[in-house]
């Protein structure tokens, strides 16, 4: 469709652009030449419905075009790559038919230019290709050459120049990026020879990300100024772009940075590309950070009958926690933007809107963190800029650093961890938030302030009903306009804490909610009514009266109706909390800031009883006959292979007799995966691995429930489960939130309330950690000795270099990992036990300890730069090294025995503290 309407000559293709009133074109008058750069008029939203309602801009007006003009010549110069949407999860659904899926007109139309060249490619017996190539978070940039002259770019700015000193002719501030970028592609090529590449470029034009400068970094922090690339497009082709294989051999060829990469190839199902799409969008959305970015790009490519590539189609996969992270900083731009115009400014207003776009973000998947967690940083976030005055370029341009910054003073508001991680609570107040109950617009904006500044109110929320959100304040107050529904079968106050924890309120602590009622009386509902049908009032108080729009925008008859019928339902309400629930129901005939206050203080300074990690479910029953307790502690390691879990699970059977003891394998469930999926399959370990990664994490979690489920069927009240297995970051995320689904559908299915304790067991705290990981060198070199040694590894067999590359890679998946307490309590860990491993066995000469750090440190570096395991000559260096050294030290294989001994008293100390009454 698109090569029917693409313009392959310079001139025509020229001239339409200069007709067409969407199109803007900016000239430039430069040493000689007339250099025309081509984009949209419109930007953001209205710029992705431009493309999708008209082909003709789709296939020519790419993100980012340029021709130059000298004399009577007329060429493209640059070309950038085709638009490309977002793959929302609601596409792969609707394709599936799994759900009753509706797309708008819009949504339609993405998923058709997304999905439909796949479905085609395959009906006509081509083989799809799936690469992942990670988003960078710098500034786009694309490099061509033309006419002896360097063309550089940033989306929509070009510049042209041959030496450092021809960048001072430009001093627009539209020039500032595609200067920027300039000098670090001169500095890239300034000792080599790149005829061949210029050549190269004279058709094709190099697209990247310029990245690390630290007076321009966005939300993803880099270490140094680089430029990534990603994809090269040919300026006289209407394809999307060369191939990835092909873009990857290039940018070796020229020695340039080409971005973290992953594939999975030949597929020739289109259900099986849409179920491998999924999983990646899942991981991708749900992941941290830390470790996903801003997302990935996945371009597919088809492959013919004689083998011939092309990339059919592109698409986002966004990760849910950069999207979060992005709208706060657009939300704290606006913040700025209004202070310095002197405008009123409310937290509580900013927090309710900032919920409303977490609520949108998160509709396809959950981030790694609760939305509490996001919801506290935002709140720092807004103080900070509000109290402090930040500027606003330090959030345009520094944003990385702010929100690090946040994230510190986040950490350190948190409680505290002993040595095993144990909660400690300091200075305890009781938290309260109460609940208003109150006719709709009984009180004017005003109010909220008074409430704010005399109560010392940290959140204010006016809700028109009760909202899935935990609130973070030391005092909080929520006013809502409906009454919430009580079930009749509620009679006592544990019931009622059961009730708010599985009900509209049930992310927050129940123990801190107190009812007020305010108004319940005729004279307040002639208040209500009243301001509900005056105009003025309304113009007046948009705050209060944005929360009753429900009842303003109908007709007076209605309106009286409507409130004769809340005053109706909050009396039959009010008597039923009074009378089952006296402690925490409270009347207030009119609104009076003194008799609230002296509520609040009562609540505040009553007896507190024990509380348990506030992130833990805990179902637990005052009455231990009326439902059975199921207490379990499960240990989840936090290392890489060769760390000797498998070999400490033996011990523990053997030696360990506190509690009932149970374990996990992954390597077990995978080995059954790989004979059930691949049968007597005769390749490698490492290549039957791969054909089964997409189903692993659905067989072990499989496979864990039943675990569970064996524990709760036994006659154990008190039990520990060892998962044996490497629990990299998103690993162990998913594994927890997995846990939570399995600890409710176990309440509410078999009437059994479990308790269950996160424990990580993991790594020692070194100040020498090896690439931004939290793992020390000494640790490193004790796994590859045993890994070397070893041939008798279930899955990893006796391959060294595949044994060396997994074990590089389980090492950078821990990349911005933080061997810090509070950065443990994120991940929803009640505790952490440092093991002990054989660190004092290595005695090396000051020489080979700095090569060995040296290879093992540019492993690491290689396998985080790609999604798939690392490759190059460094890795078979470390391996020869190693075993030239375990020869000249005479090492010898490591017996765990001792280390076995000490890691099994230090999990059976802390289970104790754990499960003892």
């Known amino acids: 469709m698109q090569q029917g309407i693409y313009i392959s000559d310079p001139a025509e293709y020229l001239q339409k652009m200069k007709e067409h009133k969407k199109i803007l074109l900016v000239k430039q008058d430069i040493f000689g030449f007339q250099l025309y750069d081509i984009s949209l008029h419109k930007k953001g939203p209205m710029e992705d419905k431009l493309y999708l309602k008209n082909p003709f801009f789709l296939a020519n007006v790419r993100r980012g075009n340029s021709i130059l003009v000298h004399e009577d010549s007329i060429r493209i110069c640059r070309r950038g790559m085709r638009k490309f949407y977002d793959l929302e999860r609601k596409y792969i659904d609707y394709e599936l038919e799994q759900q009753n899926v509706k797309l708008s007109r819009y949504h339609e139309k993405a998923c058709f230019n997304i999905l439909h060249p796949i479905k085609q490619a395959i009906q006509e017996g081509k083989k799809i290709h799936l690469y992942k190539l990670f988003k960078e978070n710098g500034e786009h940039c694309q490099i061509s050459f033309t006419n002896g002259y360097w063309l550089v770019a940033s989306k929509n700015c070009t510049i042209l120049f041959q030496t450092m000193d021809d960048l001072n002719l430009y001093n627009d501030l539209r020039h500032t990026w595609a200067k920027l970028i300039a000098k670090q592609w001169l500095e890239i090529i300034k000792e080599q020879n790149f005829d061949d590449l210029k050549s190269f470029l004279t058709e094709n034009t190099l697209i990247g990300e310029y990245c690390g400068n630290p007076d321009y970094q966005h939300i993803t922090k880099y270490s140094h100024l680089q430029l990534i690339f990603y994809a090269i497009v040919n300026n006289n082709s209407p394809d999307i772009c060369l191939p990835v294989e092909q873009t990857k051999q290039i940018c070796e060829q020229f020695h340039l940075q080409f971005v973290k990469n992953s594939s999975i190839k030949n597929f020739d199902n289109y259900e099986a590309v849409l179920k491998q799409l999924a999983i990646w969008s899942k991981l991708i959305g749900e992941g941290p950070m830390e470790l996903e970015g801003e997302g990935s790009v996945t371009y597919i490519v088809a492959e013919d009958q004689i083998g011939n590539h092309q990339t059919i189609s592109l698409c986002k996969l966004k990760s849910m926690e950069y999207l979060i992270y992005r709208k706060l900083r657009e939300m704290l731009k606006v913040l700025i933007q209004k202070i310095t115009l002197n405008e009123h400014y409310q937290l509580s207003v900013q927090l309710g809107k900032f919920l409303n776009e977490l609520q949108i973000i998160i509709k396809q998947y959950a981030p790694p963190q609760p939305i509490r967690y996001y919801l506290h940083i935002s709140k720092l976030a807004f103080e900070e800029v509000y109290n402090n005055k930040i500027p606003f370029e330090k959030i345009r341009y520094k944003f990385v650093d702010f929100l690090e910054q946040i994230q510190n003073m986040?950490?350190?508001?948190?409680?505290?961890?002993?040595?095993?991680?144990?909660?400690?609570?300091?200075?305890?107040?009781?938290?309260?938030?109460?609940?208003?109950?109150?006719?709709?617009?009984?009180?004017?904006?005003?109010?909220?302030?008074?409430?704010?500044?005399?109560?010392?109110?940290?959140?204010?929320?006016?809700?028109?009903?009760?909202?899935?959100?935990?609130?973070?304040?030391?005092?909080?107050?929520?006013?809502?306009?409906?009454?919430?529904?009580?079930?009749?079968?509620?009679?006592?106050?544990?019931?009622?804490?059961?009730?708010?924890?599985?009900?509209?309120?049930?992310?927050?602590?129940?123990?801190?909610?107190?009812?007020?009622?305010?108004?319940?009386?005729?004279?307040?509902?002639?208040?209500?009514?009243?301001?509900?049908?005056?105009?003025?009032?309304?113009?007046?108080?948009?705050?209060?009266?944005?929360?009753?729009?429900?009842?303003?925008?109908?007709?007076?008859?209605?309106?009286?109706?409507?409130?004769?019928?809340?005053?109706?339902?909050?009396?039959?309400?009010?008597?039923?909390?009074?009378?089952?629930?006296?402690?925490?129901?409270?009347?207030?005939?009119?609104?009076?800031?003194?008799?609230?206050?002296?509520?609040?203080?009562?609540?505040?300074?009553?007896?507190?009883?024990?509380?348990?990690?506030?992130?833990?479910?805990?179902?637990?029953?005052?009455?231990?006959?009326?439902?059975?307790?199921?207490?379990?502690?499960?240990?989840?390691?936090?290392?890489?292979?060769?760390?000797?879990?498998?070999?400490?699970?033996?011990?523990?059977?053997?030696?360990?007799?506190?509690?009932?003891?149970?374990?996990?394998?992954?390597?077990?469930?995978?080995?059954?995966?790989?004979?059930?999926?691949?049968?007597?399959?005769?390749?490698?370990?490492?290549?039957?691995?791969?054909?089964?990664?997409?189903?692993?994490?659905?067989?072990?979690?499989?496979?864990?429930?039943?675990?569970?489920?064996?524990?709760?069927?036994?006659?154990?009240?008190?039990?520990?489960?060892?998962?044996?297995?490497?629990?990299?970051?998103?690993?162990?995320?998913?594994?927890?939130?997995?846990?939570?689904?399995?600890?409710?559908?176990?309440?509410?299915?078999?009437?059994?309330?479990?308790?269950?304790?996160?424990?990580?067991?993991?790594?020692?705290?070194?100040?020498?950690?090896i690439q931004n990981t939290p793992f020390c060198y000494d640790y490193a070199i004790t796994i590859l000795n045993r890994l070397l040694v070893r041939d008798d590894h279930i899955l990893l067999g006796n391959d060294v270099l595949y044994k060396t590359q997994v074990c590089m890679k389980n090492l950078a998946l821990y990349t911005g990992f933080k061997a810090k307490d509070s950065y443990f309590q994120k991940f929803h860990l009640q505790k952490i036990i440092p093991m002990s491993y054989p660190q004092d066995r290595f005695n090396l000469e000051k020489n080979d300890l700095q090569v060995v750090q040296d290879l093992i440190a540019k492993c690491v570096l290689n396998s985080q730069q790609t999604r798939d395991l690392g490759q190059g000559e460094e890795f078979t260096k470390l391996i020869e090294f190693m075993y030239s050294i375990k020869q000249k030290y005479k090492i010898s294989e490591c017996n765990l025995q001792e280390e076995c001994r000490q890691n099994t008293q230090r999990l059976s100390v802390a289970i104790k503290k754990l499960l003892l009454p």
């Open 410 to 769: 986040q950490e350190d508001k948190m409680s505290e961890i002993d040595e095993l991680g144990e909660v400690k609570q300091k200075n305890f107040q009781r938290h309260v938030r109460v609940i208003l109950l109150t006719l709709p617009m009984l009180f004017e904006d005003k109010v909220l302030q008074s409430l704010k500044d005399n109560l010392n109110i940290q959140c204010v929320e006016c809700q028109y009903m009760c909202r899935n959100q935990k609130v973070f304040a030391q005092r909080a107050i929520s006013i809502l306009h409906m009454i919430p529904k009580l079930p009749y079968n509620i009679n006592n106050e544990q019931q009622l804490n059961d009730y708010l924890v599985n009900s509209t309120l049930q992310n927050q602590e129940p123990s801190n909610i107190i009812f007020v009622f305010l108004g319940m009386n005729q004279e307040a509902f002639k208040i209500s009514l009243q301001n509900l049908q005056s105009k003025i009032f309304q113009d007046s108080n948009p705050i209060i009266s944005s929360f009753g729009v429900q009842f303003t925008t109908a007709k007076p008859k209605v309106q009286q109706l409507s409130l004769e019928r809340w005053l109706e339902k909050g009396q039959v309400y009010l008597k039923e909390c009074q009378k089952n629930f006296p402690n925490r129901t409270f009347v207030l005939e009119e609104f009076d800031l003194q008799k609230l206050e002296a509520i609040i203080k009562q609540f505040e300074c009553a007896e507190q009883p024990q509380i348990e990690d506030q992130d833990d479910l805990d179902l637990e029953e005052s009455d231990e006959d009326v439902k059975p307790q199921k207490k379990i502690v499960i240990i989840y390691p936090l290392m890489i292979p060769g760390s000797g879990k498998s070999t400490l699970v033996d011990y523990l059977k053997q030696n360990y007799k506190d509690y009932p003891f149970y374990d996990i394998c992954a390597d077990e469930v995978t080995l059954q995966l790989i004979k059930d999926k691949l049968g007597d399959n005769t390749d490698s370990l490492a290549i039957q691995f791969q054909k089964v990664f997409m189903y692993i994490k659905d067989a072990f979690l499989q496979e864990f429930h039943k675990k569970i489920n064996e524990i709760i069927n036994s006659n154990n009240e008190k039990a520990v489960l060892f998962v044996d297995r490497n629990c990299v970051p998103h690993t162990l995320l998913y594994m927890i939130d997995h846990v939570k689904a399995i600890q409710t559908d176990i309440a509410l299915k078999k009437g059994v309330s479990i308790k269950i304790y996160n424990v990580g067991f993991t790594f020692p705290v070194q100040e020498s950690n």
